[in-house]
């Protein structure tokens, strides 16, 4: 499969392809003595599977390690649990953060209301 194919068939830009490579998602692939790269089937499902990990939370160095574990055959849902672990604590965080965050915009949007805008300094 050339690249705009894989691209197509993984839901991704050929940029993506690329960079997936770039990164080591993607193994590195054959290239046709035109230069072309050869991608075989595998390579749709693994941007499917890293796009789906990154759909959680993972960052995209946690999908390159979690496909690492992966691909060396260790990998267990008891052994990678801890990945999903910290994935959820971070967005736990960043919820958090948010309300933070809404809490002081509903606060200034009260004093705006008041007569006391806090962004007219």
């Excluded at 849902?77 to 965080?93: F, G, K, N, P, Y």
């Amino acid at each position: 499969m050339k690249i705009g194919q894989v691209a197509r068939e993984a839901g991704v830009s050929v940029d993506t392809v690329r960079f997936y490579e770039r990164r080591g998602i993607l193994p590195a692939v054959e290239r046709r003595p035109s230069g072309y790269r050869v991608f075989t089937p595998a390579a749709v499902e693994r941007i499917q599977m890293a796009r789906s990990l990154q759909e959680l939370g993972f960052t995209l160095d946690e999908v390159v390690d979690a496909l690492t574990a992966h691909d060396q055959g260790d990998a267990t849902c008891d052994s990678e649990r801890w990945r999903l672990e910290a994935v959820v604590t971070r967005i736990d965080a960043r919820i958090a953060e948010l309300g933070r965050a809404r809490q002081a915009a509903l606060e200034s949007l009260r004093d705006c209301e008041a007569g006391r805008c806090r962004l007219l300094l």
